[in-house]
Nanobody, 120 residues
């Protein structure tokens, strides 16, 4: 099994920064892709940013230029550096990881979610 542990959420004011992290552990053979999603109250979960095992990144238009996704392959940890936070960034942020386990079975795992609240 693969476990994901998220951390780094919190309450900040508009314009401030936060860094989220997501550590993957367990019976991992290879990680193919990692991504951050978010879900605001009353809204559908949406993709925020993703990164492939080759380092290719993609971002939602709403966060381009403000958020940066990165990963540490050695520790299977993904980060989301969030700068210039806006009120509309308030949501529960989830990490999502896809890959193969040691028995070569494909896994798609979600983190437990971490709350990010931007408020003045």
């Amino acid at each position: 099994q693969v476990q994901l542990v998220e951390s780094g959420g919190g309450l900040v004011q508009p314009g401030e920064s936060l860094t989220l992290s997501c550590a993957a552990s367990g019976s991992i053979f290879v990680i193919n892709g990692m991504a951050w999603y978010r879900q605001a109250p009353g809204k559908q979960r949406e993709l925020v940013a993703g990164i492939t095992n080759s380092g290719t990144t993609n971002y939602a238009d709403s966060v381009k230029g403000r958020f940066t996704i990165s990963r540490d392959i050695a520790t299977n940890t993904m980060y989301l550096q969030m700068n210039s936070l806006k009120l509309e960034d308030t949501a529960v942020y989830y990490c999502h990881v896809t890959g193969s386990e040691l028995d070569r079975k494909i896994f798609r795992s979600w983190g437990q979610g971490t709350q990010v609240t931007v408020s003045s």
